[in-house]
């Protein structure tokens, strides 16, 4: 860890626990500093509140009392799920306090250097191919960031002439002020997080955030298919490197002859990667990138296409019961992402398994990607919006079902042999479950029941 005496006797106001608040307190705290956290759970049902006390942290819980800012505060550093319209947070701002996210604490007491990696769609496949492909390259990466791995805490270990992967979503990227990558990779941008951001420019200009400190030295990693990425991109003044699935770039990394190109040399025949879905090669491109960038050979990245078939929970194949194929794509908490798990299997008859937290928006952007779907089964929220979607694809058969564990024998009697019976609700799980994953995890149960 890199020695700073930054926040030696610093007042930190720490809001919202979780494990990156907790992560923040215990590192200040260990830095110098005087902490205060304050979390909306009460004392007695907040296991990580108690375990800082006999740190000497002091904690304020079950509500978040305005007064607290009262007293004299250097900064605060706020959980990334806590939106800047909490009264906490606004009375912060309003006293003209920096507000940060965790992710720049792991900046300031790093010893290594940072890839961050962001975007609507895809942050963690593509974290997770420069890891492993940096890893199979002989070098020692370390994973950190929104993958669930707290940056501040990973950082702490990091050593000179390390690379820090770290995927940073916009709740992250907005609460930054020093942070720097010295290789910044933005693969998209959606609607997504409207209900935290309020709009979409706001929720772009988080994203952009991840630029915003580079210098001339450094990289931004851009996907030329992407008009607003590409308009991001235009002012940032680090040295941009594309990448795209649909033009010949001659620089950067594309899609040439069949294979992936990195600089005008081929690296890896498209039929050789395991990976499946037309948006998992932007992913991939992307991080052949980021890789090459950071030093990896192209035998290493070889090495990892050829074996890598996917994170969990992100198209994941969960089995195959008589003749049907199963995936769990419960990350896909958007319309974005469930249009792209239908394109990666454009030519196979697909029963859907959607629905989920209705943040206020129509789903009619899903309808031209509804052509090869027989049945949909939906549950949540949304079903019924999704429902009419899918009665004007001309989908015949659409069923309502409780919840995911009762979707999959639903799907599984309408189904026949040569089926993809997918999970991918676009939408997020808050309505009925506490993450995507626990959604996932309950999926590929339900799955394993049929057996």
């Known amino acids: 860890m890199k020695p700073t005496r930054f926040y030696q006797h610093r007042r930190v106001l720490v809001i919202g626990l979780a494990k990156s608040g907790a992560a923040a307190a215990r590192l200040l705290a260990e830095l110098g500093a005087e902490v205060v956290v304050n979390d909306q759970k009460p004392l007695s049902e907040n296991m990580e509140a108690k375990q800082l006390e006999p740190l000497g942290i002091r904690v304020v819980c079950g509500g978040h009392p305005l007064e607290l800012l009262d007293e004299p505060f250097d900064f605060v550093v706020k959980n990334p799920g806590i939106p800047y319209t909490n009264p906490m947070v606004k009375k912060a701002l309003e006293k003209g306090l920096p507000v940060v996210t965790e992710v720049e604490l792991a900046y300031h007491i790093s010893e290594g250097s940072f890839i961050g990696i962001t975007g609507s769609n895809g942050k963690t496949t593509t974290t997770t191919l420069i890891y492993e492909m940096l890893k199979a390259d002989g070098q020692d990466p370390l994973l ?9 805490e990973v950082a702490r270990e990091a050593k000179p002439g390390q690379w820090l992967v770290t995927e940073l979503s916009s709740f992250q990227l907005a ?12 693969l998209n941008i959606f609607d997504a997080h409207l209900d935290y951001h ?29 008009p607003l990425v590409m308009n991001i991109a235009s002012s940032v003044r680090s040295q941009k490197v594309l990448f795209s699935a649909t033009k010949l770039l001659g620089e950067g990394a594309y899609i040439q002859d069949g294979a992936i190109y990195w600089n005008s040399d081929p690296v890896i ?6 990976l499946p879905g037309q948006h998992n090669l932007e992913n991939i491109l992307a991080a052949v990138a980021a890789a090459k960038l950071a030093g990896a050979s192209d035998e290493a990245i070889r ?23 199963f995936y769990n794509d419960s990350k896909a908490t958007n319309i974005l992402a469930t249009q792209k798990a239908l394109s990666a299997f454009a030519d196979e008859p697909v029963i859907l398994l959607a629905g989920g937290l209705d943040r206020g928006n129509e789903f009619d952007d899903l309808l031209p990607y509804l052509q090869q779907v027989k049945a949909v089964v939906l549950f949540g929220q949304t079903a019924d919006k999704i429902g009419r979607i899918a009665q004007k694809a001309g989908i015949e058969t659409i069923r309502y079902v409780d919840n995911v ?19 991918s609700p676009a939408c997020a799980s808050w309505d009925q479950y506490k993450t995507f994953e626990e959604r996932g995890d309950i999926f590929i149960n339900a799955v394993h029941k049929l057996k």
């Open 144 to 152: 950190a960031g929104n993958i669930g791995l707290v940056a501040c």
């Open 405 to 423: 564990e009762k979707a999959v024998p639903v799907a599984f009697e309408l189904s026949e042999p040569g089926d993809v019976i997918l999970l």
């Open 198 to 226: 309020g709009t979409k420019e706001a929720y772009a200009a988080a994203k952009a955030n991840i630029f915003r400190n580079q210098m001339e030295r450094d990289y931004a990693v851009v996907n030329a298919d992407d």
């Open 269 to 274: 025949a498209i039929a050789d990667i395991v």
């Open 175 to 186: 609460g930054i002020d020093k942070f720097r990558p010295a290789i910044a990779v933005l």
């Open 303 to 325: 090495q990892v296409l050829a074996a890598f078939s996917g994170v969990k929970h992100r198209l994941q194949y969960v089995a195959e019961i008589d003749g049907r194929r």
